[in-house]
């Protein structure tokens, strides 16, 4: 239970599904059904996929319960970070696991996977943004040593919300 695989380009519909999927069940209920279908067809389009799934300095994982994908996550370095915070750090730009699966140590592991690769990196810290209403998200982060450290607006619609961004310090 809860192995983990890089995802490749020949990956991008089923990267596709999951997206769609675990973003629509995270925020859906908090948002206008033309902001949400607005922003999964811009955010989640194929085309958008593809040309992150080539960013070499962007990686995503899939995770799996048996031989169904429970979640996945979206790791950036360098020029691929959303934002400047530290860079010495490595970003988790997106770490979702369907509904399904939650409450099963998958997103410890997928964060397990983001401090390893940040550690072979030589990365100093490991960084997020989460937005400041998901107070399960928030909490499972700070109990994993995540601190806030700043927030930032982000726009569903016309509609600005905002996001806590959260930094965890690695040692070395």
């Known amino acids: 239970m809860g192995f983990i695989k890089k995802v490749t380009l020949s990956d991008v519909d089923s990267l596709q599904r999951i997206s769609i999927k675990t973003f629509s069940d995270t925020f ?11 922003y999964l067809s811009t955010a989640y389009s194929l085309s958008k996929l593809s040309n992150e799934l080539e960013n070499p300095n962007s990686q995503f ?14 790791l950036n370095i360098a020029d691929a970070q959303t934002e400047n ?30 401090i ?29 040593g995540f601190r806030k450290v700043g927030e930032h607006s982000f726009f569903m619609g016309e509609d600005e919300q905002f996001d806590f961004i959260m930094k965890k310090e690695l040692n070395q």
Request: proline share 2%; hydrophobic share 35%.
């Open 116 to 144: 390893s690769i940040a550690s072979s990196l030589n990365k100093k810290s490991i960084w997020l943004g989460v937005w400041e209403h998901n107070a399960p998200a928030i909490t499972f982060y700070n109990t994993m």
């Open 61 to 74: 994982y899939f995770i799996y319960c048996e031989e169904t994908i429970a979640g996945y996550l979206k």
């Open 28 to 38: 859906e209920k908090d948002n206008s059904p033309e902001d949400m279908q607005n």
């Open 85 to 114: 915070i530290d860079t010495e750090g490595l970003e988790i730009e997106r770490i979702y696991i369907d509904t399904l699966y939650k409450r099963k140590g998958l997103g410890n592991k997928l964060l397990e996977k983001s």
